[in-house]
């Protein structure tokens, strides 16, 4: 009994699509914004949490499937065949007479004189779609897409709805990160997530400060983000991802720094989210290698009331900027069990993703073993 109990402490804890034990191993699908996208993640037994984004847009739902025209159909359930249409038949020129040249000279009589029509009362009204919205009017939503598109196939609300159908009946189900693009998507969005557990982690990202390159304005506003979340009964307690703009520098290296983390804390602070949100801090790559000291601060400070983790992510075109030593520092020094890795493949083959937990976890199943072992020495000696 003994054995079982401490079997069940120090097995990997699962929170819905991952191992809790090390996060580096979670899988990813990025930029999920179109049904034939949304399809081919959900299909993927190997993906674990689906990225997309939101945008405050106009939904245009895919083109229905081609109508087959009737002669095709023909040839499958054969018709009668239509009676045969006669060709107009031709008309016989009459030679002229004099009765016709004397028409030609007679003048056409007057035409009545009409009265000018109402053209407010037969003004053209555009016709109205079946909700009532007149035709032509762009009716906005929140719907997956990244800018500049301001369109797309997929609303909010049905990408919702196919990954609370698929995790229902799913043994591994898949978790989702929502990155809201402009504080208007989320905050028209507070309807659409009543009645969607999706039973699996949900994360509402945004980047809500400027960061290292980047000139305040291109952010979505950190108070008005957090004034969202507080107002949306349906996303207590998920997972905030929030984090930075960000922007590489061609000919140096640029970190996370203080002023940087010092806005961050404050933001958090200033906010009030209840401490049962969790927060993760999407972290760039190519800037997270050169910020292990600042961001360690930043963790110490957050973590004390909260769960925190880092997501780190990279760019495509980012990889040949990234120090893999000091990047590989960075994860080694918190541990992989408060480290997701959301990166390109040609970038996460160069790391090391297996190494163990934090010293803090290491440090306590250490402690753990030492008792155990204590305890069957002692229930050996009797």
């Known amino acids: 009994m003994l054995w079982i109990f401490v079997l ?11 191992d809790d034990t090390n996060l580096a191993h979670v899988t990813w699908a990025h930029a999920v914004n179109s049904e034939a996208e949304l399809t081919a993640a959900l299909d993927n037994a190997d993906i674990q949490m689906i990225e997309a984004d939101v945008i405050f847009g106009e939904h245009v739902p895919a083109p229905a499937a081609a109508v087959v025209p009737e002669a095709v159909m023909n040839l499958v359930h054969p018709k009668e065949a239509p009676p045969a249409v006669k060709p107009p038949q031709a008309t016989e020129k009459k030679p002229k007479t004099v009765d016709d040249e004397d028409k030609k000279d007679e003048k056409p009589a007057a035409a009545a004189v009409q009265e000018p029509a109402d053209q407010t009362a037969d003004a053209q009204v555009p016709a109205a779609s079946p909700s009532g919205t007149p035709t032509g009017t762009v009716v906005k939503i929140p719907v997956m897409g990244h800018p ?3 369109k797309s196939d997929l609303s909010l609300a049905q990408f919702l709805d196919a990954v609370v159908k698929y995790n229902k009946n799913a043994q591994k189900k898949k978790g989702v990160k929502l990155d809201f693009k402009s504080i208007e998507a989320l905050k028209e969005s507070k309807n659409t997530f009543k009645s969607k557990d999706l039973k699996a982690e949900l994360w509402i990202n945004a980047d809500i400060l400027a960061g290292p390159g980047k000139k305040a304005g291109g952010e979505v506003n950190a108070k008005e983000f957090f004034d969202a979340i507080h107002a949306n009964k349906d996303l207590v307690n998920k997972t905030l991802s929030i984090g930075w703009t960000t922007e590489l520098d061609k000919d140096k290296k640029v970190s996370y720094e203080k002023d940087h983390i010092v806005a961050m804390t404050k933001a958090i602070e200033d906010s009030k989210i209840p401490v049962g949100y969790p927060i993760t ?3 760039r790559a190519a800037i997270a290698a050169e910020s292990k000291d600042n961001l360690h601060h930043l963790y110490n400070v957050v973590s004390e009331d ?5 997501t780190v992510w990279s760019a495509a075109d980012d990889t040949d900027k990234v120090d893999v030593d000091k990047l590989q520092e960075f994860i080694n020094s918190f541990g992989v069990d408060k480290v997701y ?12 993703l297996t190494g163990g937990a934090s010293a803090t976890v290491k440090f306590g199943l250490f402690n753990l073993a030492a008792i155990v072992i204590a305890m069957f020495f002692r229930n050996g000696l009797h």
């Open 281 to 283: 801090f999407p972290v």
């Open 306 to 310: 909260r769960k925190v983790t880092f």
């Open 148 to 150: 500049p598109a301001e």
């Open 341 to 352: 890795i959301d990166v390109p493949k040609d970038l996460e083959k160069n790391i090391n």
């Open 8 to 18: 069940a402490l120090i097995m990997p804890i699962s929170i819905g699509h991952c």
